[in-house]
């Protein structure tokens, strides 16, 4: 055996070293993305459940402004802190999963949970269409780091709100 031979078999042991070790990286970074996804998901679930508390703590006030009543000061602050608390945890969830690169149902699940949530309550609808437009207008978002993302987001849950409307009209 030559040293021809010896170099081309240390080539070709090479070439398989380096196969062997991209196969390993990519089913390690398959992992590591599923880890990630189900982080993200539990995180969205904790804070879903935060916003559910508050939002039993205050019960009366979020019937009485979903029903018509007249708020006073202090009961209208409240209501809208509330409201763009759900808004603000679902943003967010829409944000961690365009950074994780979700795609299909799991991108547009943080909208469509909030526009069913919007259609439900048409207090918390005009107010996220209020801060909303605030957003848009204002130059200074408070937490939105992308306009487009920002303007992405609203897209997705108009639409679906809209969807939503549009089949609650009579036929």
Do not use: C
């Not at 070293?17 to 982080?39: N, P």
């Not at 039993?56 to 979903?66: F, Q, Y």
């Not at 808004?87 to 365009?98: D, K, L, W």
């Not at 801060?131 to 303007?151: F, P």
């Amino acid at each position: 055996m030559d040293w021809d031979a010896v170099g081309a078999a240390g080539e070709i042991l090479g070439a398989l070293a380096v196969i062997i070790t991209l196969a390993y990286l990519s089913l390690q970074i398959r992992a590591m993305r599923r880890e990630s996804e189900a982080g993200a998901l539990a995180v969205y679930g904790q804070h879903a459940s935060s916003v559910r508390e508050r939002l039993i703590e205050h019960t009366d006030l979020w019937t009485k402004a979903n029903s018509g009543g007249a708020l006073t000061q202090s009961e209208r602050f409240a209501f809208d802190e509330l409201a763009e608390l759900v808004s603000v945890v679902h943003f967010y969830a829409f944000r961690r999963a365009t950074v994780l690169g979700f795609e299909g149902n799991r991108l547009h699940e943080p909208a469509s949970t909030l526009a069913e949530f919007l259609h439900r309550f048409p207090a918390a609808h005009e107010r996220w269409q209020a801060w909303q437009e605030a957003h848009r207008t204002s130059r200074h978002r408070i937490g939105v780091t992308s306009t487009h993302l920002a303007e992405k987001w609203h897209r997705m849950v108009t639409e679906a709100v809209s969807a939503l409307e549009s089949t609650d009209a009579p036929r």
